[in-house]
């Protein structure tokens, strides 16, 4: 069936270098991934929303590229700030629906540390 | 530009009592409205969808029940609250034809 895949539970890193954090999905259907940030006690905001097969897609410092070839959307960015510690989410969207259903990954705690 | 509130912002509840969560959502009519329910630590669970005034469908079975009684008005509620309904509680929209979903700032749950 439809799912998403976050391998890392918790993301430690030093303020000011790079962060990636993974995602891998399964799905028969046509394929759209977001990412999902939530800061502690604070409800998800969208980050970012997936384009065409190999189409990198940005918002507020952060990148992610849909490679079909390997079911990824990795999330980056290329210097972590102490403000970006938060859970981070992978969706896909289940297109086979006929609403908008979105099955979300584990989540990914990124903490950044001075 | 739309806001989406929720009501209450928390609730502590006891075990059999009844609860009801709303959302209403400005500044977009005719909206795709979902609940969803995180456990504390968990991921993101959707519970019901509505694409119109009227109609809902479950998406998972939890005990609980929703309905939209105005266009821009989402309701959760259950007649006996079980302690596995501590959470979270989101109540999200989404533009019709659009798949991102914008979520509302969301209810904690607590029942004792």
């Known amino acids: ?114 | 530009a739309q806001t989406i509130h929720q009501w209450p912002v928390a609730e502590i509840k006891a075990v059999g009592s009844p609860l009801s969560l709303g959302c209403t959502i400005k500044g977009k009519s005719s909206p795709n409205l979902y609940w969803y329910w995180q456990a504390t630590g968990g991921t993101l669970q959707q519970l019901f969808y509505s694409i119109t005034v009227g109609q809902v469908e479950s998406v998972v079975q939890l005990n609980l029940s929703a309905s939209r009684p105005k266009d821009d008005q989402f309701i959760l509620s259950t007649e006996k609250l079980l302690l596995s309904h501590s959470g979270f509680y989101l109540c999200a929209w989404s533009r019709r034809g659009r798949y991102e979903q914008y979520f509302g700032p969301g209810t904690r749950l607590t029942v004792l």
């Open chain 1, 1 to 114: 069936g439809d799912s998403v895949t976050q391998t890392e539970g918790l993301v430690t890193l030093t303020e000011g270098l790079p962060v990636m954090l993974n995602c891998t999905y399964q799905t028969a259907y046509s394929t759209f991934l977001f990412w999902y940030v939530q800061h502690l006690n604070e409800a998800p905001k969208l980050l970012l929303k997936s384009s065409t097969d190999n189409k990198r897609t940005e918002h507020q410092g952060f990148h992610a590229t849909l490679h079909k070839s390997s079911s990824s959307f990795h999330l980056q960015k290329s210097s972590a700030q102490l403000s970006d510690s938060a859970l981070y989410y992978c969706a896909l969207r289940i297109a086979s629906s006929s609403f908008s259903k979105l099955v979300f990954g584990q989540g990914t705690s990124l903490s950044v540390v001075p």
